[in-house]
């Protein structure tokens, strides 16, 4: 009561339309897909879905003209396997097409929400590179990105932490920042040692308004110079 509901999809091939009570009302692009079904939600009644995949972009806006990585593909698998199919079309035929992941319903905060979380551990800068894309819902202020490290056991001191505030005006956001750190434990061949980065979303009052799973990395750097 009182959150977002969204539908995800992993491994969907190629295209889908989503319809809700027989009405199509959205199209999902593979392999990763996600639908915001909170306008479609009435408290104890449930949503009715049907998912339609097609594999050639059949009863959708999305054009082979659109798509250029999957026609690229396509036109290339049909050239290194033109011994076994006649054209693209017979190609097509053997075209996988469905769900090869999970389908699940995810609860997330009305106010705000994480969407994705990028760590990048440099050995030569000294520091943890953190990209985190997020989506405001509703305009409150006072809200803070909350970047802490562990330990995979959860232990936290003295490691690396940061709070930036955030502007709930733009609604989609992407902060980039580095957390300084000058001697982490390096990851080994043989010693794979690895941190947890906990990213949260708080509010004024320090209160929890979303997290994402802790997103575990290690220190390991191969370069060139000279």
Do not use: M
Not at 32 to 41: I, K, R, S
Not at 43 to 64: D, F, Q, V, Y
Not at 96 to 123: Q, W, Y
Not at 136 to 161: D, I, Q, W, Y
């Amino acid at each position: 009561k009182g959150r977002r509901i969204f539908l995800v999809i992993e491994g969907l091939q190629c295209d889908a339309v989503v319809h809700v009570a027989g009405k199509p009302v959205a199209e999902l692009r593979g392999p990763e897909a996600e639908l915001d079904l909170t306008g479609f939600a009435q408290a104890g009644k449930p949503i009715p879905l049907r998912l339609w995949i097609t594999r050639a972009w059949e009863g959708t806006s999305n054009t082979r003209a659109l798509d250029a990585l999957r026609s690229a593909c396509l036109t290339g698998v049909a050239a290194d396997l033109a011994r076994w199919y006649k054209d693209e079309q017979d190609l097509l035929k053997g075209v996988t097409v469905g769900i090869n992941g999970r389908v699940r319903l995810e609860s997330h905060s009305p106010v705000a929400r994480i969407e994705n979380t990028v760590v990048s551990p440099s050995v030569k800068e000294g520091a943890l590179g953190v990209t985190v894309s997020l989506r405001h819902f509703e305009k409150t202020s006072g809200l803070r990105l909350k970047l802490a490290v562990c330990e995979t056991n959860g232990v936290s001191v003295g490691l690396p932490s940061l709070e930036k505030s955030l502007d709930a005006s733009v609604e989609a956001q992407e902060i980039t920042t580095s957390l300084p750190w000058a001697n982490p434990q390096l990851w080994k061949v043989g010693a794979a040692y690895l941190y947890q980065l906990r990213v949260s979303i708080v509010d004024s009052r320090g209160n929890t308004v979303d997290a994402c799973p802790p997103v575990r990395f290690g220190f390991r750097e191969i370069r060139i110079s000279g």
